[in-house]
T-cell receptor, first 113, second 111 residues
Framework: DTEVTQTPKHLVMGMTNKKSLKCEQHMGHRAMYWYKQKAKKPPELMFV???????INESVPSRFSPECPNSSLLNLHLHALQPEDSALYLC????????????FGDGTRLSIL | SQQGEEDPQALSIQEGENATMNCSYKTSINNLQWYRQNSGRGLVHLILIRSNEREKHSGRLRVTLDTSKKSSSLLITASRAADTASYFCATPPNRDDKIIFGKGTRLHILP
């Protein structure tokens, strides 16, 4: 079992749908991350939240919208996605900076029809 | 751009043998981290080595760091079937608030 919980585990959606991915941690970590991972590739950083403020957006298309309602929760809102957005979306957290070890959830497997 | 490059990309060895993976990186770093990812799961942090350290051990894992060559190696001794996974090195570049993962080594332990 991981200490970072992601829901749902699997998501299939059409290109016109709106959905959200959720991530929760109760380790008191103040840095949280969203990654996108394609098969047999490394995770690619999308967003970094530090103390609930967005600190890095890696030029991610606006159809992905992150939200950090509080220090334990991280959401990723999805709208009008493209088939190439199908991937494993991983959430991670660390104490307060990427210099420290990151704890990952098991991800949401997203398929866009 | 990729900060870390692992070598080899894939490795198959017999159970009980040692497995060595290498990682090269480009910019100066605060530390280098190794992660494991089992199929269909998230990444698990294995070990962190600071830029002023040369070697670190954790159980069956041994990590070395050569900052002059900008390279690191991960040695897994007495491999087990459960070690079958992908292994990634990851570096947080200095003055940058993120971590960059290498391409990874897919390790397969044969029974």
């Amino acid at each position: 079992d991981t200490e970072v919980t992601q829901t749902p585990k699997h998501l299939v959606m059409g290109m016109t749908n709106k959905k959200s991915l959720k991530c929760e941690q109760h380790m008191g970590h103040r840095a949280m991350y969203w990654y996108k991972q394609k098969a047999k590739k490394p995770p690619e950083l999308m967003f970094v939240y530090s103390y609930e403020k967005l600190s890095i957006n890696e030029s991610v298309p606006s159809r992905f919208s992150p939200e950090c309602p509080n220090s334990s929760l991280l959401n990723l809102h999805l709208h009008a996605l493209q088939p190439e957005d199908s991937a494993l979306y991983l959430c991670a957290s660390s104490q307060d900076s990427p210099n420290q070890p990151q704890h990952f959830g098991d991800g949401t497997r997203l398929s866009i029809l | 751009s990729q900060q870390g490059e692992e070598d080899p990309q894939a490795l198959s060895i017999q159970e009980g043998e040692n497995a060595t993976m290498n990682c090269s990186y480009k910019t100066s770093i605060n530390n280098l981290q190794w992660y494991r990812q089992n199929s269909g799961r998230g990444l698990v942090h294995l070990i962190l080595i600071r830029s002023n350290e040369r070697e670190k051990h954790s159980g069956r894992l041994r990590v070395t760091l050569d900052t002059s060559k900008k390279s690191s190696s991960l040695l897994i001794t007495a491999s087990r079937a459960a070690d079958t996974a992908s292994y990634f090195c990851a570096t947080p570049p200095n003055r940058d608030d993120k971590i960059i993962f290498g391409k990874g080594t897919r390790l397969h332990i044969l029974p």
